[in-house]
């Protein structure tokens, strides 16, 4: 039996991720069918995948809209002072703690080269919200920041690699 190159074995998992960001909840038999591998194969892969923390979860993408949530941005220009001081208040659950204390929910969180350094995508019931946990984040992190930066979602065409189902709908808001 051949034994299967490093690129070869880069390359099938690669086509096991886009099929799993296309629909993670595919059965493992379906998403054999559509990548032409085994069952077994595609299982293998994906267990390694989630064992070197190549996969990190799965989740669902939903309507916030239907759950009468907005998306919202926040930008964030950091200091010169070290974030280093404060890094454990924000990778722990804290950051999260004093979002929900104000009604809102964080989704993702990254840290960034640019401009801005740091950007946080949460959901809020209102733009009254949002700016209650954009003034307590400006207050939290007040040594740490000289400016942020907020930005409220229109209409997600695409998210998650997933394009919107209601994608025509866009033209209402052009």
Not at 60 to 87: C, G, R
Not at 145 to 162: M, S
Request: charged share 30%.
């Amino acid at each position: 039996m051949a034994k299967v190159s490093i690129q070869q074995i880069e390359l099938d998992e690669k086509t096991v991720i886009r099929e799993l960001q296309r629909n993670a909840n595919e059965s493992i038999d379906g998403i054999a069918k559509r990548c032409g591998f085994s069952r077994q194969k595609v299982w293998r892969i994906i267990k390694k995948l989630e064992e070197n923390k190549t996969i990190w979860g799965y989740h669902a993408v939903v309507d916030n809209m239907k759950l009468h949530l907005k998306t919202y941005i926040l930008l964030v220009k950091k200091s010169n002072k070290p974030f280093s001081e404060i890094v454990d208040t924000i990778i722990g659950r804290e950051f999260e703690r004093n979002a929900k204390e104000v009604g809102a929910t964080i989704d993702e969180s990254l840290y960034l080269h640019g401009y801005y350094d740091w950007m946080i995508m949460f959901t809020a019931e209102d733009i009254r919200q949002a700016k209650k946990f954009n003034e307590q984040f400006n207050r939290v992190y007040q040594n740490y920041v000289i400016e942020t930066y907020l930005l409220e979602e229109i209409f997600p065409v695409k998210t998650c690699g997933v394009e919107n189902p209601n994608v025509k709908k866009l033209k209402e808001f052009v």
